[in-house]
Nanobody, 126 residues
């Protein structure tokens, strides 16, 4: 049974920072692409960031470029999302997801990801 667990969410003032962590009990974690998605109240889930299995390729939602950084530590089976200069519009539940196919296309498509965490709440106050 694969488990994906996010941590590090919380309440922060606008301009502040948070780092989300995602640990996945996947035997071959180092061969999985990892992604972060978010869902705000009343809105659809949206792609935030993705990192390839080797960490050589990253992609971001335009509105978070330059503020968010995705990374991974395969030895720890953990992916991270460093979020700086947070804005109230970043408020959402953030989900970590793992994708096992080798393609790096459609990295923003949630249907491509097969393992998901339960989500971590991030609230940014103005």
């Amino acid at each position: 049974q694969v488990q994906v667990v996010e941590s590090g969410g919380g309440l922060v003032q606008a301009g502040g920072s948070l780092r989300l962590s995602c640990t996945a009990s996947i035997r071959s974690f180092s061969t999985y692409h990892m992604g972060w998605f978010r869902q705000a109240p009343g809105k659809e889930r949206e792609f935030v960031a993705a990192i390839s299995w080797r960490g050589s390729s990253t992609n971001y939602l335009d509105s978070v470029k330059g503020r968010f950084t995705i990374s991974r530590d395969n030895a720890k089976k953990t992916a991270y999302l460093q979020m700086n200069d947070l804005k109230p519009e970043d408020t959402a539940v953030y989900y970590c997801a793992a994708r096992g196919d080798l393609s790096e296309s459609y990295y923003d498509d949630p249907e491509k990801y097969i393992f998901w965490g339960q989500g971590a709440q991030v609230t940014v106050s103005s």
